[in-house]
């Protein structure tokens, strides 16, 4: 077959980043880490918490997808967003920073998760410590777009770099970066022995007999990502964790949820290639899971939170709030 | 990256399209409901599409040797067989078989799209009528079909009003009713005038040689069973070693394609034949005097040989990944090529010979895994589009 020329170019900028910044917006590594600066999560431990790309960026991801849509829907033709995203990296210029600075609206706001993770976690009295800006990119969209051999390498590397930091276990949160420390390693790394949990797991095994109250009654209703559904089907431990706290009732999307979730629209790099089908799709999503009539959405993934909230604004049911799982627990431990 | 942009373009003015959008949700969701009401009610055809699963794997692996002993029972039966290896082998055959100014009554085959029959038919200076509603509908329209087994999908009621007001200049209402009558009435008399019918098959037996034909209109009976010759253009892929298999596959087939049970199915192994006025056979009694199946290989047995790429050929096109895939909602069958979504990137690439056109489809799939949750026979669609991709990225031993 043809090689390279027939990968859409939104995809080619994205392993392009993995491959020489280790993250997929090509920014600085240290800007990802920023969340846990307050946190004192000892930089060496056995057990590690795995942020991820996905909730350390998104603010300066979802500054560079609204640009990339408005590009798009300008009729403009279909490989210009990415050629326009392309250029300032000529230049050397760091665009997703850049953007990020611009419009500087809750950048803070999406880092919660990772926060409120890690607090939970602690809570728990689960030890962890967290690589920072040591930690590597899972690399996982190099797989997807059909890189096997770059993912292959940068796996290696990326195990290398954890068993020299003296890793044994890993929790991860992102549910991408999850499944490719546990299913796809192993694939192309030889006696390859990471404990791979997702936080859900790490969460739900900790948690019996704890007291768990939300601050307030509420209809929730659970958007099982595709990764963390259907790839590494975890499905009944997040709505175990939900059902244990109390004033949350759990509504579900009829027919649409566990292993029949509807996609959110951002999978595997689909929403860098098709920015305007993809954020009908987020909308179709969040059509479903608002007809609920739950008023917090509940979901584990940095690229749904960013699909659905866009797309809840398009609805004009901003008044539906969207959660991280992370982030409900630690409300539901604070009272 | 120009063969891109065109696709992407297309797909885009379908996805912005709201009536396309309409008429797949309401699809969906009645797709949905009457597949849960039949698995509901034989809730065996589960564990059966695990069988089938085994069926076809095992069948996949001997097409070719199943090939062979389905062609000799056919022979047996006093039917004509013939194994086309390439695309053009089986255009040459069928144009042969036919000739020319013959009137032809052809059932729904997506084999038969795959490779163009119909148009290549109709250069040949032949009169040939699609048959089942909605492909009817199309091939008056002059589209494309957007959906395996609802072809004509994503046509509103008053479309089809106006375009069969103009055939038959009589003014009609968008009552449906009143325009499935009229599709009736234009189409009675050409069955019965056919010099020929062509059809595919869901499914075949090879032990007897006998097809398969799941249908509910009625038109593929008619069509095998009026004019004086039958001809069948199978996929390889089709074959089962026994009839059992065949029939089991079958079942699941119209069980996952939302069906209780179809109105009909039919068993075809041979021409119409009687013994009646002292015991000699005589052929074509009522039914075809002639009897021929063409089988298809066009990369088949290649593709076989690919230990994730293979399960394409395990696909008994019921239609369930259509209706749980996120895009194909909003895009149809713009989202594919002459097999459709995620799935149709391997037929593309591998037996239409496509690479531009796969590589499309490849990363339009959004690798969420639905269609895999609905799959009676559980093709890992993410699986084998990321093998895929994996071969467009990376390239090919072949090159």
């Not at chain 2, 729904?108 to 509603?133: A, F, P, Q």
């Not at chain 2, 259509?322 to 591998?350: N, R």
Request: charged residues 25%; glycine residues 8%.
């Amino acid at each position: 077959m043809n090689g390279k020329k027939l990968i859409p170019p939104g995809l080619v900028y994205l392993a392009d980043n993995i491959t020489a910044k280790q993250n997929i917006l090509g920014t600085a590594k240290k800007e990802g880490a920023r969340w846990a600066q307050d946190l004192n999560l000892p930089p060496k431990a056995e057990t590690v918490f795995f942020a991820g790309c996905g909730y350390q960026y998104s603010s300066q991801l979802e500054s560079l997808m609204s640009l990339i849509r408005m590009m798009d829907r300008s009729a403009v033709g279909a490989e210009l967003p990415m050629r326009l995203a392309a250029l300032p990296r000529k230049l050397g210029a760091d665009l997703a920073g850049l953007y990020g600075k611009v419009s500087a609206r809750g950048s803070y706001a999406d880092i919660q998760p990772l926060i409120a993770a890690a607090k939970v976690l602690s809570n728990l009295g689960v030890k962890f410590g967290y690589l920072a800006e040591d930690e590597p990119c899972c690399g996982a969209p190099l797989y997807y777009i059909g890189l096997h051999k770059d993912f292959a390498h940068n796996a290696r590397k990326a195990y290398q770099k954890l068993k020299s930091s003296g890793v044994k276990r890993v929790i991860g949160i992102v549910p991408s970066c999850t499944y490719a420390l546990r299913n796809l390693f192993p694939l192309f790394i030889d006696e390859y022995d990471l404990e791979v949990r997702h936080f859900t797991e790490v969460v739900l095994a900790n948690i019996s007999g704890r007291k768990l109250n939300f601050p307030r009654k509420v209809k929730v209703t659970y958007h099982d990502p595709c990764q963390l559904g259907r790839y590494l089907e975890i499905i009944d431990e997040p709505r175990q964790i939900l059902s244990a706290i109390n004033n949350i009732e759990l509504i579900e999307a009829e027919g649409t949820s566990g292993e029949w979730s509807t996609c959110c629209g951002g999978g595997g790099g689909f929403e860098a290639v098709f920015p305007e089908l993809s954020q009908i799709l987020a909308t179709n999503r969040a059509r479903e899971l608002a007809e609920t009539g739950a008023q917090i959405i509940v979901t584990q993934c940095p690229g749904c939170i960013m699909q659905l909230k866009s797309s809840l604004k398009e609805l004009k049911a901003d008044s539906v709030e969207i959660l991280d799982l992370a982030q409900v627990v630690a409300m539901a431990m604070e009272t | 990256m120009s063969a891109f942009s065109d696709y992407k373009k297309e797909l885009m003015a379908a996805a912005r399209n709201e009536r396309i959008r309409l008429a797949l949700s309401r699809a969906i969701k009645s797709y949905r409901a009457n597949t849960d009401k039949a698995l509901k009610k034989f809730p065996h055809t589960i564990k059966m599409a695990e069988e089938v699963r085994e069926i076809k794997e095992k069948a996949t692996q001997e097409m070719a040797r199943l090939a062979e002993q389905a062609s000799g029972a056919i022979e047996e039966n006093k039917g004509n067989a013939y194994i086309a290896k390439t695309a053009a082998d089986a255009l040459n055959i069928i144009a042969e078989l036919v000739g020319s100014n013959k009137l032809i009554v052809k059932g729904k085959s997506m084999t038969g799209e795959e490779i163009g029959l119909r148009e290549h038919l109709e250069e040949k200076g032949n009169d040939v009528y699609e048959t089942d509603l909605g492909e009817f509908i199309l091939q008056k329209l002059g589209a494309k079909p957007m959906h395996i087994t609802s072809p004509a999908i994503h046509v509103p009621r008053e479309d089809v009003a106006q375009l069969f007001a103009r055939i038959t200049e009589v003014e009609l209402t968008s009552d449906i009713e009143e325009l499935v009558a009229t599709a009736r009435k234009l189409l009675r008399d050409k069955f019965c005038q056919a010099d020929i019918g062509i059809s595919g098959a869901n499914v075949v037996a090879s032990d007897t040689g006998t097809l398969f034909l799941i249908e509910n209109e009625g038109n593929i009976r008619l069509a095998t069973g009026f004019p004086p010759v039958h001809i069948a253009l199978v996929g390889m892929e089709k074959l089962v070693p026994t009839l059992n298999d065949a029939y089991k596959t079958t079942e699941v087939t119209w069980r996952y394609a939302n069906y209780i049970v179809p109105s009909y199915v039919s068993l075809v192994s041979g021409p119409s034949k009687t013994g009646d006025i002292e015991k000699v056979t005589t052929y074509g009694v009522h039914g075809p005097k002639e009897f021929h199946v063409i089988f298809l290989d066009d990369g088949r047995t290649e593709l076989a040989k690919h230990p994730i790429l293979r399960q394409a050929l395990y696909c008994l096109r019921c239609g369930g990944c259509l209706y749980e895939c996120p895009t194909f909602a909003v895009t149809a069958g713009h989202f594919g090529d002459k097999y459709f979504a995620g799935i149709g990137a391997i037929w593309a690439a591998m037996i239409s010979q496509d690479v531009e056109k796969a590589a499309s489809i490849a990363y339009t799939c959004l690798t969420c895994g639905r269609c895999k949750v609905r799959c009676p026979v559980k093709i890992d669609i993410p699986e084998t589009i990321i093998e895929l991709r994996k071969l467009i990225a990376e390239g090919d031993k072949r090159d």
